[in-house]
Each structure stands twice: as C-alpha cells, then as structure tokens.
C-alpha cells in the first residue's frame, strides 16, 4: 500500500506546480527545440539538442523500447536514419509540473511524412524529465510511447 502520506505530498506538489502563472512555458519551449533539432537534424539539429541535453542525461527511451544514452541519441539527430520523417508538436496537448528544480513535461508528438505531409504516420506521448541547472532547464530522461490508433471512422 502506498503511504497516504507520501500521496498527499505529491499531489500537493502537483497542484502547486500547475497552478503558478506562465508555469512550465520555458519547460513548453524546451521541448519544441528539441523537437526542432530531430527535425532539422544533421550537424546544426546536433547543436541544438547537445545544448538542451544535460551532461548527466540519462536515456531516451525509444517506443520500441530501445534506449539510447546521450551520445546515442546526439549521434541519431545528427544522422536520421528516416531523413522523410518530419514531427509535430500538438500544441494544445501539454501537462507540465514544476516543482523546485525538477520539471516535467507530457506531450503529444504526430509524426507524417515530409513528401506526403498529410499522412499520418504515427502519435508518441513523449515525456521529458528536466533539472534546472545553473539557472536553466536542462534534459536528463526522455520516454516516448506510441499510442494506438484511433479507429477508422469512415464507411
């Protein structure tokens, strides 16, 4: 059983969190120029995750459940293995938590491709973990999971 005590904690955290004004629009922000730098890719894509990522990153783990440390997943922005593939950030699908140095970022990622970009090719719940570290957010784990699809609701 977990301890009522240890619950109550946390969800006080949590609401505290989400209810400070503009809470968690540097963490939003961070995000999308991750998001940012996987799309552009190659060298400068490279740059700008290496500056988002903290040195203690942990792993990314993939939704095939692959994990890749920092330097595994520097070295995928730089080289994409599906360069077709462009993401997109749902911008209305954000929960953000904010509590001391620690924050947390849900997101919806909609990934299509960039010869057809009105096929849908698949939807990722990311979640980012961040440490604010000396004076900004900075990456240390990264979880994506892929949702199923909705079903079809044509004939």
Known sequence: ????TCANNFNKRLVQG????NSGAELIEQV??????ENEGGESGRVKADFILAQNFTTITRSNGDEEDRAALLNAIANPRNQNLSRELDEREFWVVESNNLGVVRSLITTKGRSEPSTILGRFRNIHV???QQGRWRCVAWQVT???ESP???S
């Open 1 to 4: 059983m977990i301890g009522g």
């Open 18 to 21: 989400v209810s400070k004004v």
């Open 32 to 37: 999308r120029q991750l998001i940012m730098a």
């Open 130 to 132: 961040f440490e604010k």
């Open 146 to 148: 892929r949702l199923k």
């Open 152 to 154: 079809s609701t044509g």
